[in-house]
């Protein structure tokens, strides 16, 4: 079974800390995504990468910037935290050009900025 | 740019009923479209994917069909359980999109299955 790990379910931050999510997955995926969720808005793309070192925007990526060293992790870091940005994060990770092969998720990390 | 909609944005059922969840979207440019399942506080779980070239998926109780060319696709749950309560989002991937999988969702349908 594919497991998508992400390093913490939730998380409490200051207004302009730097934040570090993570997120592991086991299963030899070239792509993996980052997602914002927020009640009325859904799933939004924040960041994607298909490669290491390889990063793509996504639809909201404004704030955000992430890292792709390895091609299991892939790290969300927020530059400096904003009350707006409080919100569920979620991973993704899925093959390259499968398009037969779905999306697999994490657990999420609900991150709240103070 | 693609919009995906979902109506109703939540449902609640008897135990035992038979139900159907709509999905719509607005450009008819996709690979595929899936159907995600999401627990209170949890990740997203695939239930079904529908390929541009696929009328229908089937898995279980669950069974979900594709119109591409009027936007619309819908989640058939036979026989709903409690166990079923949770929200059911749906996702497109665009022709253009390249390689990267990359998915636009729905806001979701929140579904409570009374006993």
């Known amino acids: 079974d594919v497991k998508v790990t992400q390093s913490s379910r939730y998380l409490v931050k200051r207004t302009g800390e730097k934040v570090f999510l993570e997120c592991v997955q086991d299963?030899?995926?070239?792509?993996m995504f980052w997602y914002r969720q927020d009640p009325g808005l859904g799933l939004r793309l924040i960041y994607f990468?298909?490669?290491?070192?390889?990063?793509e925007k996504g639809d909201i990526p404004e704030g955000y910037s992430v890292s792709r060293e390895k091609k299991e992790r892939f790290s969300l870091i927020l530059e400096s935290a904003s009350t707006n940005q409080t919100s569920m994060y979620l991973c993704?990770?899925?093959?390259?050009?499968?398009?037969?092969?779905?999306?697999?998720f994490g657990d999420g990390t609900r991150l709240s900025i103070l | 740019k693609q919009e995906v909609t979902q109506i109703p944005a939540a449902l609640s059922v008897p135990e035992g009923e038979n139900l159907v969840l709509n999905c719509s979207f607005t450009?008819?440019?996709?690979?595929?479209l899936q159907w995600f399942r999401q627990d209170p506080g949890k990740g997203l779980t695939s239930l079904l994917l529908?390929?541009?070239?696929?009328r229908e998926q089937t898995s279980g109780r669950l069974n979900a069909s594709l119109d591409k060319s009027s936007g619309r696709s819908t989640l058939y749950i036979a026989a709903s359980q409690p166990g079923d309560s949770a929200t059911y989002l749906c996702?497109?991937?665009?022709?253009?999109?390249?390689?990267?999988?990359?998915?636009?969702f729905g806001t979701g349908t929140l579904l409570a299955v009374q006993p």
């Open positions: 990468s298909y490669d290491v070192k390889m990063k």
């Open positions: 993704a990770s899925s093959f390259f050009g499968q398009e037969r092969r779905p999306q697999h």
């Open positions: 299963m030899d995926h070239e792509n």
């Open positions: 529908i390929q541009s070239s696929q």
């Open positions: 996702a497109v991937r665009g022709q253009y999109g390249g390689a990267t999988n990359k998915l636009i």
């Open positions: 450009d008819s440019a996709i690979y595929n």
